[in-house]
């Protein structure tokens, strides 16, 4: 069915005539047959690629033709998602390299019109990326480290993309959580600043209220982790940074986060006694907490007693 039904939806993508019509029809069955299509993922990826970059369709169908591609890759292992992704994006990243040699050309601001599909393709790389994280992304540490970086950016550039009924908000505020826990110092300082630049939007953009209201305890208790033990010294200072933010755009929510998360015994960390957690939250939540460099030294404080270094030679040496 599929091998003689293909052909012809994929004929008629070329077609400007028959533009709703031929990509709704590769949407649904890239849609509801995704699992089928791995033979037939190459095939469907370069002639998707071409209508793209040869501008056949509006932008409305662009976007339906990118969902149809994140829907065709999320079925796709590992490896061969990111081989029909690269083939995907190389030509706009080439166009995007040529628009950044033009002078002060700002893609997702003043010059969209020079590049219609922008947000579908940021939505696509989003989906398949999403689809990773499902397989499982430790062994992808960079894949990780580059989305978080991408949605921080996209936040910082052009927030209203998070408005679009077709980003998972939620989805990646969670595979945020999962990258804070790993081990690799860059990964996780891309991901707190996708934090830092997510919280602010809290008042502007309904998606991220929505999610933050919903899961901001989750985040406080991987923050708590982290500085408990869970991560390198190192990276007090961004952990830190997501606390400030979290304390500044939801300080309301944070004072009930924070005294739930504190209150299992043994969490953060087994060296806390229930004084020293008390007074963690107090002086987190005092009028200090407006003075970015006064949270992280207590966030740093709090680290050493965590970790039983407060007061050792090893700590002052640090």
Same mark, same amino acid.
């Given at each position: ?51 793209? +970059? ?77 689809? +990773? ?186």
């Amino acid at each position: 069915m599929l091998s003689s039904v293909l052909p012809l939806v994929l004929q008629a993508l070329g077609n400007p005539d028959l533009s709703v019509s031929s990509v709704s029809t590769l949407k649904k069955i890239c849609r509801e047959c995704k699992y089928d299509l791995p033979p037939y993922a190459s095939n469907i990826v370069a002639v998707s690629q071409e209508v793209l +970059i040869k501008q056949i369709h509006k932008t409305s169908q662009c976007m339906w033709l990118m969902q149809a591609l994140g829907f065709l890759l999320s079925a796709l292992p590992v490896e061969e998602i990111l081989r029909n992704l690269h083939s995907l994006i190389t030509p706009y990243i080439q166009q995007l390299e040529k628009l950044a040699d033009e002078t002060m050309v700002h893609i997702f601001a003043s010059q969209t019109d020079h590049f219609p599909p922008i947000k579908a393709l940021f939505e696509l790389v989003t989906s398949v990326t999403l689809s +990773i994280f499902q397989q499982g992304p430790r062994d992808h540490p960079d894949i990780v480290d580059s989305f978080m970086q991408l949605q921080a950016q996209a936040l910082k550039r052009k927030p209203d993309l998070f408005l679009s009924e077709s980003l998972d908000v939620k989805a990646v505020f969670h595979c945020g959580i999962l990258s804070l826990k790993f081990p690799e110092a860059p990964t996780v300082k891309s991901t707190c600043l996708f934090f830092t630049e997510l919280l602010p939007h809290c008042s502007d953009v309904p998606p991220v209220a929505r999610v933050v209201q919903e899961d901001g305890k989750v985040l406080i208790q991987a923050l708590l982790e982290g500085i408990g033990g869970g991560v390198s010294r190192s990276l007090m200072d961004q952990f830190a940074e997501v606390l400030f933010s979290m304390n500044k755009n939801c300080f309301s929510l944070l004072t009930l986060w924070l005294k739930e998360a504190l209150q299992p015994p043994g969490f953060p960390s087994m060296r806390l006694t229930p004084e020293q957690k008390e007074n963690f939250s107090q002086q987190i939540l005092s009028r200090e907490r407006v003075n970015k460099r006064r949270v992280k030294d207590i966030v740093k404080e709090f680290t050493l007693v965590c970790r039983g270094l407060h007061g050792t030679e090893y700590a002052a040496e640090y």
